[in-house]
């Protein structure tokens, strides 16, 4: 045993790398790996198998634990639904990227995105936030995959809930190259573009609107605690000098 840990050791030091901003890469990509294999296997699953071995509750659990998964695997935070179009008529393509549903325009499937992008912003800066009730360390990852879970129950009907154009953008891609070609990137009007710039305008509002309602608030409130019981020591340590002989 103690060679082997030795010529571990050895290895572990070898590979070791220095990059900081390589390392978080690397860690990123293996957590979207992590999230869009478990989420999209379980749209997988449901779909191929037309209903007899999955529901749409099942691939809300699916992602929301792939997330909590992901986020445990690269230790940071980095859905689907089918579409009828179809390569062969074998393998639909919205196995693996969001497409809206027939019902849904453009103008509306942006909104929609951005707003579940938005309340998951919201939830995320909740649960980190140390002024407001944090949850306890090491829970972070299962409350952000039980937020996502939540948001897919509530708000996957219209298109799916890709909230992160990582988790949509690259399964696209592959599908193009895999053979289903520019179809990917045209149907539903470019649809391709909302999961991307919707869920970045919703991050920026999601983090407006905790820290204009709530965010400064508690900040400000443990800021004057804090001021305050400095004030109380000082006047304390003052008092206690005078009182010296």
């Not at 809300?60 to 909590?68: H, K, Q, R, S, W």
């Not at 849904?104 to 800066?125: E, K, M, P, Y």
Request: glycine share 12%.
């Amino acid at each position: 045993m103690g060679k082997q840990k030795i010529f571990l050791d050895k290895i572990s030091r070898a590979l070791h790398i220095q990059n900081k901003l390589l390392r978080q890469g690397l860690a990123e990509c293996l957590g979207t790996l992590i999230l869009v294999m478990f989420g999209c296997g379980s749209v997988a699953q449901l779909v191929l198998s037309e209903g007899s071995h999955g529901i749409f509750l099942a691939v809300n659990l699916a992602f929301g634990f792939a997330v909590t998964l992901g986020i445990l695997v690269c230790g940071q935070v980095s859905d689907a639904m089918h579409i009828r179009a179809d390569r062969d008529k074998k393998l639909p393509i919205g196995i693996f990227a969001t497409y809206p549903s027939e019902h849904l325009s453009i103008v509306n499937g942006f909104f929609d995105q951005l707003i579940g992008t938005a309340a998951l912003i919201v939830c995320i800066l909740a649960i980190v936030d140390p002024y407001n009730n944090p949850v306890p360390q090491g829970l972070e990852a299962f409350t952000v995959g039980f937020t996502v879970l939540v948001i897919g129950l509530s708000m996957g009907f219209n298109s799916g809930y890709a909230v992160n154009p990582a988790r949509d953008f690259g399964p696209r891609l592959f599908t193009a190259i895999a053979g289903w070609g520019s179809q990917v990137f045209t149907n539903g009007n470019c649809w391709f573009l909302v999961p991307i710039f919707a869920p970045l305008l919703g991050a920026v509002v999601g983090t407006l609107v905790y820290q204009l309602m709530v965010g400064w608030h508690v900040e400000g409130e443990a800021r004057d605690k804090k001021r305050a019981t400095e004030d109380s020591v000082k006047l304390n340590d003052i008092n206690d000098g005078s009182t010296v002989p």
